[in-house]
């Protein structure tokens, strides 16, 4: 079925299972609260060809948001519509392209506005960042300070100010320690936007909730919140690997290679690079050619575990740049089997998230992290409807 020059290392992208996770999670939202797609970096590794159309043809969605100008230049060539945010810096040199392109640029504090607005020929839209607690960016202050400064920027010309929102810290967790920090973003945030429209600014939408705050903290908020910017649920892994989440989300990404050899060993014969692990016993290795120039971090040496024939494989030594062996003693395996490196293969699974927890990190990075060299395949209803590669 697939490609023979793609049947080396790929990344599957379910697109029916974007669906049922962007359905789920609107489901339980505040009817008032729209969804904002988070589709940064190549939607979180998952290609911007294979998903953000779909998003928009199937699943009308018509609100974008991005990390930088470069993407949602792409997004506008690939067809996207709809509104278009950059939740970060944009070099005000950028300004021409930003009206061009009809896209939304976050102001970072006041001397971001100053710069911005000195550079554009024409008007460009914004939303403004509020810093109730990330210390990243945003303005920052008392709920008088930030009220000023949100009066001051939409005083600028060349800026029309159209919204604001604040980014949680600490939405993921359910420590009560966190809970009250998240509340307390929350009370700041829109303590500073009623100043701000008292005083006269028309701030237009103002959001607040990322994909953990839709789930944890929307109660209170009665959809104040206009949007939720989800990004991490929709693609089906959780904000936090220990959290139990209340969707049906289930991961979009499977990656997957290719058993390339098979061979069996004596006792005391060393595997990989620097010699790490030595059979103790007779042993069957398999080859798979993937390794960390894929993104399949190297840090899973000795640790990690694919799945073959629907059994689980140890990794066995170093996972190198483009390869990996692993332990497949006693499973029927032969050269060209698949690898399930993230996936379900029979009654087994391994998610990005289990990955994450052996490598040290968080599953956001094992799917963003997830090269260029590896083309993402998206399927829908078990057929193949697109090749992709990362396009910069
Ligand atoms: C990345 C990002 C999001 C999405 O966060 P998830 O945890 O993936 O839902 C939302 N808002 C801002 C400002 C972001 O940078």
């Known amino acids: 079925m697939l490609n023979t020059l793609v049947k080396r290392t790929w990344a599957e992208v379910d697109l029916d299972k974007l669906k049922n996770n962007y359905l789920s999670y609107k489901s339980q939202l505040n009817a008032k609260t729209e969804i904002m797609c988070v589709v940064k970096a190549f939607c979180y590794g998952h290609s911007e060809d294979a998903v953000v159309l779909f ?49 939304i ?29 990330m210390t990243r960016i945003g303005f920052r ?30 939405a ?61 649920v929709l693609y089906g892994l959780k904000p936090d690997s220990s959290l139990e989440l209340p969707v049906n989300a289930e991961p979009v990404m499977s990656l997957k290679s290719l058993v390339t050899q098979v061979k069996t060993i004596e006792s005391g014969v060393d595997i990989s690079y620097g010699r790490t692990y030595t059979s103790d016993r007779p042993m069957k290795i398999a080859t798979v050619c993937c390794g960390y120039a894929d993104g399949y971090p190297r840090a899973l040496s000795n ?15 170093r996972v190198c740049m483009d390869q990996f062996m692993c332990d497949v003693t006693g499973v029927d395996v032969s050269p060209g089997d698949t690898a399930t490196l993230i996936g379900k293969d029979g009654s087994e699974t391994i998610t990005a998230d289990d990955i994450a927890d052996l490598a040290g990190t968080i599953g956001y990075e094992i799917v963003c992290g997830i090269s260029a060299r590896v083309p993402r395949i998206a399927v829908c209803g078990n057929i193949i409807t697109d090749v992709c590669r990362l396009n910069l």
């Open 55 to 103: 998003l928009q043809n199937e699943l009308g969605v018509k609100n974008f948001a991005v990390s930088n100008i470069d993407e949602a230049v792409r997004l506008r060539k690939l067809g996207i519509t709809g509104d278009i945010l950059i939740l970060g810096y944009t070099s005000p040199e950028a300004a021409q392209t930003l009206s061009e392109y009809n896209i």
């Open 105 to 133: 640029q976050t102001i970072l504090d006041a001397s971001y506005a100053e710069r911005l607005n000195a550079s554009a020929d024409r008007r460009i839209r914004c939303h403004a960042a509020i810093d109730t607690g």
């Open 141 to 170: 202050g008392n709920s008088a300070q930030i009220a000023e400064s949100l009066l001051y920027i939409s005083r600028l010309e060349k800026l029309s100010l159209e919204g604001a929102f604040t980014h949680y810290a600490a």
């Open 172 to 232: 993921d967790s359910l420590d009560e320690s966190d809970t009250a920090y998240t509340a307390r973003q929350t009370k700041l945030f829109f303590e500073a936007a009623d100043l701000a429209e008292k005083m006269g600014v028309r701030l237009g939408c103002l959001h607040t909730l990322n994909s953990a705050g839709g789930l944890f903290h929307s109660e209170g908020l009665g959809g104040r919140s206009q949007f939720v910017r989800l990004g991490i």
């Open 303 to 317: 640790r990690g575990e694919v799945i073959i024939r629907g059994k689980r494989c140890k990794i066995t030594g």
